[in-house]
């Protein structure tokens, strides 16, 4: 009997590492649908995904925006009691979600919850979590919470890489539910190579190949402390005394707000812009001298495009980009970044991709589906 799946989204990148998925589910004629919880709201942080990563709009679009940063349970439960409404209703065999934001966890915890009233309600829903496994350690982020209990409460674990399914084995996780997929992460940039990509956000921004750093700083831990933002924009400012380039800085709408509230000030020869879209944002890591970034999907996408990268975090749960040169962890301190920014321009792009060869979306499909064409 063939399987009906649920994928639960929320957020940009989960549109983007979850649009391989779609497209599978697409192609094999699966019965799927798309629960989108509406954690990121702004067209430019929403809708420009679907469009230019040409999915369907989902059939669900709950619009649960969080009220405040720190109103973490609040935002997550508001997401449970409507996610499980729609459990409830459309019954599906499986629901997947991916990665470590708030609605990750609402979707894990819904499902899981639900599985445990079968007695009632004559629900069996299997949990899967694809980019499991990723661990960096610090229980301070919102992130590692969320990643650590969809891992431990899901039946299919989909491991990017064998440390992060080592990770899981050395928490006590039944390796018979682990399985090394790859990042979907690299069957979307394969899939957005193919389409037509023009320089035209570089002639837009009036920007040369090589001629300039991108950055992006959006994490809590770093972008709500008014000293650490500081910081890191005096080290963008020095960046572009030192080397002539201009730091782009496509601001996340979190990153903006406390900008404005801590007032702080932009350095000469830093670039605020709005968030890009997803083709203009790969042309701009594609042709940066390096990355500066606090972002999990950028540090793994500059390790693929073999763009160097500097981690504007104290820790990475994608040590796998540091393994292989591609990555450095600098933290906010701007001495440090100014020196690693160093170290990276001087390194070898000649790094291997530790992500997959982009088929992940395709073995996630063959093993919750059984191998259903
Ligand atoms: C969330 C994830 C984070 C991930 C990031 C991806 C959690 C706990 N955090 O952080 O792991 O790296 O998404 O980008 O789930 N906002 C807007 N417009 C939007 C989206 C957000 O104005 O379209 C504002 C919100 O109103 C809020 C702030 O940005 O004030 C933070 O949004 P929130 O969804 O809480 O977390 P992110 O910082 O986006
Ligand atoms: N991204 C984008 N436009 C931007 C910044 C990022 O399209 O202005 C994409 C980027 O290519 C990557 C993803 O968003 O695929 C990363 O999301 P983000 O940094 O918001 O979240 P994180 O990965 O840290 O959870």
Same mark, same amino acid.
């Given at each position: 009997?063939?399987?009906?799946?649920?994928?639960?989204?929320?957020?940009?990148?989960?549109?983007?590492?979850?649009?391989?998925?779609?497209?599978?589910?697409?192609?094999?004629?699966?019965?799927?649908?798309?629960?989108?919880?509406?954690?990121?709201?702004?067209?430019?942080?929403?809708?420009?995904?679907?469009?230019?990563?040409?999915?369907?709009?989902?059939?669900?679009? *709950?619009?649960?925006?969080?009220?405040?940063? =720190? /109103?973490?349970?609040? #935002?997550?439960?508001?997401?449970?009691?409507?996610? @499980? &409404?729609?459990?409830?209703?459309?019954?599906?065999?499986?629901?997947?979600?991916?990665?470590?934001?708030?609605?990750?966890?609402?979707?894990?915890?819904?499902?899981?919850?639900?599985?445990?009233?079968?007695?009632?309600?004559?629900?069996?829903?299997?949990?899967?979590?694809?980019?499991?496994?990723?661990?960096?350690?610090?229980?301070?982020?919102?992130?590692?919470?969320?990643?650590?209990?969809?891992?431990?409460?899901?039946?299919?674990?989909?491991?990017?890489?064998?440390?992060?399914?080592?990770?899981?084995?050395?928490?006590?996780?039944?390796?018979?539910?682990?399985?090394?997929?790859?990042?979907?992460?690299?069957?979307?940039?394969?899939?957005?190579?193919?389409?037509?990509?023009?320089?035209?956000?570089?002639?837009? *921004?009036?920007?040369?190949?090589?001629?300039? =750093? /991108?950055?992006?700083? #959006?994490?809590?831990?770093?972008?709500?402390?008014? @000293? &650490?933002?500081?910081?890191?924009?005096?080290?963008?400012?020095?960046?572009?005394?030192?080397?002539?380039?201009?730091?782009?800085?496509?601001?996340?709408?979190?990153?903006?707000?406390?900008?404005?509230?801590?007032?702080?000030?932009?350095?000469?020869?830093?670039?605020?812009?709005?968030?890009?879209?997803?083709?203009?944002?790969?042309?701009?890591?594609?042709?940066?001298?390096?990355?500066?970034?606090?972002?999990?999907?950028?540090?793994?996408?500059?390790?693929?495009?073999?763009?160097?990268?500097?981690?504007?975090?104290?820790?990475?749960?994608?040590?796998?980009?540091?393994?292989?040169?591609?990555?450095?962890?600098?933290?906010?301190?701007?001495?440090?970044?100014?020196?690693?920014?160093?170290?990276?321009?001087?390194?070898?792009?000649?790094?291997?991709?530790?992500?997959?060869?982009?088929?992940?979306?395709?073995?996630?499909?063959?093993?919750?589906?059984?191998?259903?064409?």
């Amino acid at each position: 009997m063939s399987k009906k799946v649920a994928l639960v989204a929320g957020v940009r990148p989960e549109i983007i590492k979850e649009s391989p998925l779609i497209r599978e589910f697409e192609k094999r004629g699966t019965d799927y649908f798309v629960i989108y919880t509406g954690q990121h709201y702004n067209y430019e942080m929403e809708k420009i995904f679907f469009e230019q990563l040409n999915l369907p709009l989902p059939k669900y679009n *709950l619009s649960i925006r969080s009220s405040a940063p =720190f /109103l973490q349970g609040e #935002h997550t439960g508001r997401m449970l009691i409507e996610i @499980e &409404k729609i459990l409830l209703n459309e019954m599906p065999d499986i629901v997947l979600t991916l990665g470590d934001t708030n609605s990750t966890l609402a979707g894990a915890l819904t499902a899981r919850k639900l599985s445990t009233t079968a007695a009632f309600t004559n629900i069996r829903i299997m949990l899967g979590h694809i980019e499991a496994g990723l661990r960096s350690y610090d229980k301070t982020m919102p992130e590692e919470v969320n990643r650590i209990l969809a891992d431990h409460l899901s039946d299919y674990l989909f491991a990017p890489t064998h440390r992060a399914a080592g990770n899981m084995i050395g928490e006590g996780i039944h390796h018979g539910k682990i399985t090394v997929t790859g990042n979907t992460i690299v069957d979307a940039l394969f899939e957005a190579s193919k389409a037509s990509r023009d320089n035209e956000i570089l002639d837009k *921004l009036n920007l040369e190949p090589q001629g300039y =750093f /991108l950055a992006t700083f #959006h994490r809590q831990e770093n972008a709500d402390v008014k @000293e &650490k933002f500081a910081n890191v924009l005096e080290a963008f400012g020095r960046l572009y005394k030192k080397y002539g380039k201009p730091v782009i800085y496509p601001i996340h709408p979190r990153s903006k707000k406390l900008m404005e509230k801590f007032g702080l000030q932009v350095p000469e020869g830093v670039r605020i812009l709005g968030p890009a879209g997803f083709m203009e944002f790969l042309k701009l890591e594609e042709n940066a001298s390096a990355i500066l970034t606090d972002s999990g999907g950028v540090q793994e996408e500059s390790c693929i495009l073999n763009v160097p990268c500097v981690t504007l975090r104290e820790n990475t749960e994608r040590p796998e980009t540091i393994d292989v040169g591609a990555n450095i962890l600098a933290g906010t301190d701007p001495d440090k970044i100014v020196e690693c920014t160093e170290t990276m321009l001087n390194k070898k792009r000649s790094w291997e991709n530790p992500f997959g060869d982009g088929k992940s979306g395709k073995r996630i499909a063959d093993i919750i589906l059984g191998g259903q064409a």
